[in-house]
C-alpha cells in the first residue's frame, strides 16, 4: 500500500520560472516530510524538511508548504536552474510512533528548459 | 567529512547465489538504514540498526539479513538470489532521534 504518492511523473519548467512539485499521504500518523532530489548513478540528496507542527519551510530558493487537512505537501523552486533538473523525492516519517523508516513517493523528474 | 560510503559500485551475481553489501555511515552518525530502489521507484525500507541491532524491519523476507559493527558500520545480507532482487541498494545513516537520512551512492545489484 503507497503511504505517498506523487502523481505527476514528470515536470517540464523554463528557466527562471517556478517548479510545483505536489506529493500526498494517507497516513494520519507522518509527523515530518522530507524532499530529496536525486541525480542518475547518485543517491538521493536530502534538500529540505518539515514538521507536522508547521506549514511552510523555506531555504533559498526551495519552500515546502504542508496542509495537514487535506494530507497534501508541496515543493516549490524559484527560480528554476539547469542544475535543478533531477528526480525529486517526497518522503514521510512517524518518528513520535517510533516508526523510523523513511516512505518515499515514486518520485517526479523535473526537466528545465534553457 | 567524508560522506555515507557504499561498496561495491556494482555487482553481478547469478540466481541463488549470496551477496553481501557494505557501507560506512557519516561520520558522527550512529544509525544505517537500507532501502531498495527498484527501476521507476522510491526507495523502499529494508531495515534500520542502531546500537548494533536490528531496530525496526519493512516488509522483506528473512533472505534479506543485516549487521551493524561497533564503528557503526554495516552490511546487507541476501540469500537465494531471486531474478527480482536486481536494483539500486541504498544506505542512509543519521544520528538518532534526527529525521534527516543522508544517502550513499548506492550498490546496483543485477541478478541474471
Known amino acids: 500500500d503507497q503511504q505517498v504518492k506523487q502523481n505527476s511523473p514528470s515536470l517540464s519548467v523554463q528557466e527562471g520560472r517556478i517548479s510545483i512539485l505536489n506529493c500526498d499521504y494517507t497516513?494520519?500518523?507522518?509527523?515530518?516530510f522530507l524532499w530529496y532530489k536525486k541525480y542518475p548513478a547518485e543517491g538521493p540528496t536530502f534538500l529540505i524538511s518539515i514538521s507536522s507542527i508547521k506549514d511552510k519551510n523555506e531555504d533559498g530558493r526551495f519552500t515546502v508548504f504542508l496542509n495537514k487537512s487535506a494530507k497534501h505537501l508541496s515543493l516549490h523552486i524559484v527560480p528554476s536552474q539547469p542544475g535543478d533538473s533531477a528526480v525529486y523525492f517526497c518522503?514521510?516519517?512517524?518518528?513520535?510512533?517510533?516508526?523510523?523508516?523513511?516512505?518515499f513517493g515514486a518520485g517526479t523528474t523535473v526537466t528545465v528548459r534553457a | 567529512d567524508a560522506g555515507v560510503t557504499q561498496s561495491p559500485t556494482h555487482l553481478i551475481k547469478t540466481r541463488g547465489q549470496q551477496v553481501t553489501l557494505r557501507c560506512s555511515p557519516k561520520s558522527g552518525h550512529d544509525t544505517v538504514s537500507w532501502y531498495q530502489q527498484a527501476l521507476g521507484q522510491g526507495p523502499q525500507f529494508i531495515f534500520q540498526y542502531y546500537e548494533e541491532e536490528e531496530r525496526q524491519r519493512g516488509n522483506f523476507p528473512d533472505r534479506f539479513s543485516g549487521h551493524q559493527f561497533p564503528n557503526y558500520s554495516s552490511e546487507l545480507n541476501v540469500n537465494a538470489l531471486l531474478l527480482g532482487d536486481s536494483a539500486l541498494y541504498l544506505c542512509?545513516?543519521?544520528?538518532?532521534?534526527?529525521?534527516?537520512?543522508?544517502f550513499g551512492p548506492g550498490t546496483r545489484l543485477t541478478v541474471t
Open positions: 542512509a545513516s543519521t544520528m538518532d532521534r534526527v529525521n534527516e537520512q543522508y
Open positions: 518522503a514521510a516519517s512517524a518518528r513520535w510512533s517510533n516508526d523510523y523508516k523513511l516512505s
Open positions: 497516513n494520519s500518523m507522518f509527523d515530518y
